[in-house]
């Protein structure tokens, strides 16, 4: 079985701080995603990386960056929270190939305050 | 615009009923998939079922099915014999090229499904 580890379940920061969402998968896959989830909205693609070091901006990439330097770890940097990027946060890893089904974390709820 | 509706933001059926989720997608490109995903209320998000553009055959995985309508563009997943632990938010995605030339999914809103007793 795929496994997609987010290394917190519940995040509370501060306006301000420099937030690092991580994320691991034990299944060697080529391809891992960000993903922000909001109420009324579905999931929203942040970044994307398709091999170590390499990455993709996807549809909502202010205020975010990532870093990919294992194959297995992929992480959300917030540079400065701020109180719009409380949500819920979600990680995926797929195989590179025409399918891409990807398999997902079990999400990280950040807070601003 | 949106490339993928879902227009249902909640639906609710009696337990060993069959529920239809609708998704409606939009997109020039010859070669797609569609992808269904469940999300209980614990966040993490399952995958259930895929469609290839060119699948002469509706895909079917256990009491899930997709019935894809090429023409209409539609995409819709069925569930046959509700059970309670299918309560939970519904995803449809579908598969696009990014601009680096790399596949990424796009998501509707979603639907909650609620199954009674």
């Known amino acids: 079985d795929v496994k997609v580890t987010q290394s917190s379940r519940y995040l509370v920061k501060r306006t301000g701080e420099k937030v690092f969402l991580e994320c691991v998968q034990d299944?060697?896959?080529?391809?891992m995603f960000w993903y922000r989830q909001d109420p009324g909205l579905g999931l929203r693609l942040i970044y994307f990386s398709y091999d170590v070091k390499m990455k993709e901006k996807g549809d909502i990439p202010e205020g975010y960056s990532v870093s990919r330097e294992k194959k297995e770890r992929f992480s959300l940097i917030l540079e400065s929270a701020s109180t719009n990027q409380t949500s819920m946060y979600l990680c995926?890893?797929?195989?590179?190939?025409?399918?891409?089904?990807?398999?997902f974390g079990a999400g990280t709820r950040l807070s601003v305050l | 615009a949106q490339k993928i509706t879902q227009t249902q933001p909640g639906m609710f059926v009696q337990e060993k009923e069959a529920v239809t989720l609708d998704c409606t997608y939009d997109?020039?490109?010859?070669?797609?998939?569609l992808f269904w995903y469940k999300q209980p209320s614990s966040g993490e998000m399952i995958f259930l079922i895929y469609q290839g553009s060119y699948d002469q055959q509706n895909a079917t995985e256990g009491r899930y099915s997709l019935n894809f309508q090429k023409a209409r563009k539609s995409a819709n997943l069925v569930i046959s014999a509700s059970q309670l632990g299918d309560s939970a938010m519904y995803f449809c995605a579908m598969r696009e090229v990014s601009s680096g030339g790399y596949n990424k999914l796009i998501f509707g809103a979603g639907t909650r499904l609620a199954v009674h007793p």
């Open positions: 299944m060697d896959h080529e391809n």
């Open positions: 997109t020039s490109d010859p070669s797609y998939g």
């Open positions: 995926a890893s797929s195989l590179a190939g025409a399918k891409n089904i990807q398999y």
